[in-house]
């Protein structure tokens, strides 16, 4: 049970939601996401990372990126309840943008105190920013960097940087003389260069950036602990986005399932497309409830967030698949098309299904925090 | 203080002290005789009379009916039936034996019922002294419950019934009845009326009770057969061709989404023994063996019950975000997946307990060498009726499409 009644889910957080779910359908319906991002087909083409520059502006200026920015750095100190309800919409009209990327780094800066102090500041002013603290392979234990510090100076490679040409700041962790520390660093600054992977996701961009003895700012010599207390944040808001486009998925489905008629009858008639509708429901709002609740977790008992933060997650997980996997096979023919919007999702729902850890990463963990570990 | 009593109003706190206080100094007996899982496998009158005992004096403290107006035998307060039921279960209290008349016949009646039947019959079935039974389902009749064939015709100011209900649970200890029957051959949902029948007042004379045997080897429901029962004009709920309607307000509260919470008590001794959640799950995988280790050490094993465990907590917090408007996309959206849900994560939770077991899933009750008792494979079993009974998990798969989803229906 979350501490909260309402899982601290006030009037606030409502009007923010709705004033976010008005943003997109007004500014950003899904034909405009189609025009805007599904320009080539080619298998062979490389990211072109295309996104509106100017709607991301004014997101910034309605306050949105620097939601979870404390007030005492100049942002609007939302609790991650709130938070989750806008990146909920943002995931609904799978929005190209570094949101979660600069939430994510939000939520890191936080965790490290006084000397995270300047860069939220940053972001409270508007900056996007985003984490760089994978290794080639990919591994989501967040003690593995291929990046390392000498004299203030960085080298070394981060993959897997989320919304990495849309940004401004990079959070990097990286070995140093006391161990693992982060660093906050200009995406222009001399040393960086971007290189963009081309991925399946026309959504998102992603890149991997390599470090040629780059000036860096350092934010803490404890990256680990940092990294810990803000990674159940970050599976939650993921967590949130993945429920928002599980919830087009369903509707855009439900409507086509009762516009189309096969055998005299809307497909929706028959059970074997009817039944198969209600589970992706059912699996929506587990993975709802569960976020909300984790979130409750992280706002207002601490002690509880890392496993309430892993069933989030988990459970997202499965609901990404399972919602893409219905989404495109209810639509038929039409569905495996380049044309219709499903696979724009179904896309964006396999890069979120994996990003930070996918259903059984997280339920290994949370089977040695339930369970006890083996011997 | 308790997460529950962190979100108390005033009146909820008052009444939350009172009942701790209270379970605290009446706490009731050990049972002498074995307890079964569920009200609806009660199969001796020994059973029956400990639970009774147990439901009249909560009722008499004031724990039962609390949100009912006190003119009909209710406590008159506003939002306290949950509280009371978070305390009896906090307490592990023995449950209530009258559930279907505390769940359905109380705010069918209380909703349908002209106030003179209220008053007359809802402080005795609030205490346990009258047992209440459902008599909805019939051989033609079981999703499809509109095709209800049982038939009154008209004699005055009295109707005289005749037809045949089946899978009626508890019909064998009680003394009323909610009963759904047809008044009119023509209409097949307009054709439905319903009434409440004295039951018991009537064994030999017009009612006739045979006990069906379930598939554990328990008994719990019945045939019952209507032989020219004559009943009063004044045991109908609303009015003539209106049984359907009222049918509605009876299956929501059965399926837990209802207006008026449910009075429910339990928890006796679950801890030690099958109650099917995740904590006696993870408690039977540490002490079972599988391949020489715990089984708890089973990564496949543990893999899936943290799945359960997942699903269960998604299921409590979905039942909290029900209660949160600003977070649902559809009113009941979230309340209408609350009895398929229930009853298929037991279900699963039920089925991995055995796999759990492995080869001593093999002994059932009557072997001293069952682990717990051999609950697991009769909860198990026990599962199916849950699945099955009160709209199938396909039915609520139907309504859930229907009435949320906006799908076609289906036929
Ligand atoms: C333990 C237990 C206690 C019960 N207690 C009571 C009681 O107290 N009072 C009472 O009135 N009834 C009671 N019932 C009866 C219960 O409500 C019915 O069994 C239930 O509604 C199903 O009806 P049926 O058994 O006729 O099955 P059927 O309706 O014949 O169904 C058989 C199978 O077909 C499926 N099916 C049927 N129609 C459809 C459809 N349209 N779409 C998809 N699938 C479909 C069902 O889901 C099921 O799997 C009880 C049942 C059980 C198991």
């Known amino acids: 049970m979350a501490k909260a009644d309402n899982f601290g889910f006030g009037e606030e957080a409502a009007l923010l939601k709705e004033s976010a779910r008005k943003f997109f359908t007004d500014n950003f319906p899904t034909d405009a996401l189609h025009a805007l991002v599904a320009t080539d087909p080619s298998p062979e083409r490389m990211s072109d990372c295309a996104w509106e ?62 000397g995270g102090q300047a860069a939220l ?63 906050w660093v200009a995406t222009d600054a001399p040393g960086v260069s971007i290189h963009a992977d081309a991925i399946l996701d026309l959504t998102r961009d992603q890149a991997h950036i390599s470090f040629d003895a780059v000036e860096a700012e350092e934010v803490t010599n404890n990256a680990l602990a940092a990294l810990e207390q803000a990674m159940p944040a970050i599976w939650i808001i993921l967590a949130a986005d993945i429920v928002g486009a599980a919830e087009w998925q369903l509707q855009t489905t439900v409507e086509y399932a009762s516009a189309r008629q096969q055998f005299d009858h809307p497909l929706g008639f028959f059970q074997a497309v009817k039944h198969p509708l209600v589970d992706v429901m059912v699996q929506i709002d587990q993975s709802k409830s569960l976020v909300y609740g984790a979130a409750c977790s992280v706002d207002m008992e601490p002690a509880r967030a890392l496993q309430d933060a892993h069933m989030a997650k988990a459970s997202a997980s499965e609901t990404a698949a399972f919602a893409s996997g219905r989404s495109i096979q209810c639509h038929g023919g039409i569905g495996f098309t380049w044309e219709c919007f499903v696979h724009l999702y179904f896309k964006r729902q396999k890069h979120s299904q994996m990003l930070w850890g996918d259903a059984g990463w997280h339920r290994r963990r949370l089977a040695d925090i339930l369970i006890g570990e083996v011997a | 203080m308790s997460d529950d009593a962190r979100k108390d109003t005033q009146e909820q706190a008052d009444f939350r002290q009172y009942c701790r206080g209270w379970l605290a100094d009446n706490r009731p007996p050990e049972p002498t005789v074995r307890l079964p899982l569920s009200p609806l496998e009660i199969m001796t009158t020994e059973q029956l009379c400990y639970l009774q005992d147990w ?172 032989d020219n029962l004559e009943v009063d004009d004044s045991y109908r709920l609303d009015e003539l061709g209106k049984g359907w309607q009222v049918a509605m307000t009876t299956l929501l509260h059965e399926r837990g989404a209802g207006e008026l919470q449910t009075p429910r008590a339990g928890g006796m001794k679950s801890k030690a023994t099958h109650t099917t959640n995740t904590a006696n799950l993870i408690e039977l995988a540490r002490n079972s063996v599988r391949d020489g280790e715990p089984a708890s050490a089973d990564p496949l094993l543990r893999d899936r019950i943290v799945q359960q465990v997942i699903r269960e907590q998604g299921l409590a917090l979905n039942q909290q975000r029900a209660r949160v408007p600003a977070l649902l996309d559809h009113p009941m959206r979230v309340q209408l997946q609350n009895k398929l849900l229930m009853t298929e994560i037991s279900q699963d939770t039920a089925a991995l307990a055995l796999e759990i077991e492995g080869a001593s899933a093999s002994l059932y009750l009557g072997d001293d060498n069952a682990p717990v008792g051999g609950q697991w494979p009769m909860a198990y079993m026990n599962s199916y009726g849950m699945t099955i009974a009160a709209g199938t998990s396909e039915v609520q798969r139907n309504i859930l499409g229907e009435r949320v989803l906006g799908l076609a229906k289906s036929k």
Request: hydrophobic share 40%.
């Open chain 1, 53 to 114: 520059r100017d709607l991301w502006q004014q997101l910034v200026d309605l306050g949105w990126s620097m939601l979870a920015v404390p007030e005492s750095a100049g942002g609007v100190g939302m609790p991650l309840v709130a938070v989750a309800g806008l990146v909920e919409e943002l995931g609904r009209a799978a929005f190209p943008c570094p949101l979660l990327g600069t939430l994510n780094a939000t939520y890191v800066l936080i965790a490290c105190g006084d």
């Open chain 1, 121 to 183: 500041e940053e972001i409270a002013a508007g900056q996007a920013a985003t984490l760089a603290i994978t290794n080639h392979q990919g591994d989501w234990n967040v003690s593995q960097t291929e990046v390392s510090c000498e004299d203030g100076k960085l080298s070394g490679s981060a993959w897997f940087v989320q919304d990495a040409r849309k940004t401004d700041r990079l959070l990097v962790s990286a070995r140093s003389p006391a161990g693992l520390s982060l660093y």
């Open chain 2, 55 to 226: 439901q009249q004096s909560a009722y008499d403290a004031g724990l039962v009916g609390c949100d009912y107006p006190q003119e009909v035998g209710g406590g008159g307060c506003k939002d306290c039936q949950r509280v009371a039921n978070e305390e009896m279960l906090r307490a592990r209290t023995p449950f209530f034996p009258n559930v279907i008349g505390l769940g359905m016949a109380a705010p069918t009646v209380f909703y349908h019922g002209q106030e003179e039947l209220k008053q007359n019959l809802l402080p005795r079935l609030f205490s346990g002294e009258d047992i209440w039974c459902q008599g909805f389902s019939e051989p033609g009749a079981g999703s499809d419950l509109a095709n209800v064939q049982t038939f009154a015709e008209r004699k005055g100011d009295k109707w005289v019934i005749n037809g045949h209900k089946v899978w009626t649970s508890l019909a064998h200890f009680a003394e009323w009845m909610i009963l759904l029957l047809r008044t009119d051959k023509s209409h097949k949902y307009d054709g439905l009326s319903y009434f409440v029948v004295p039951i018991r007042a009537a064994l030999g004379d017009g009612v006739t009770v045979r006990p069906l045997i379930k598939m554990t080897g328990e008994t719990g429901f019945n045939e019952v057969i209507f």
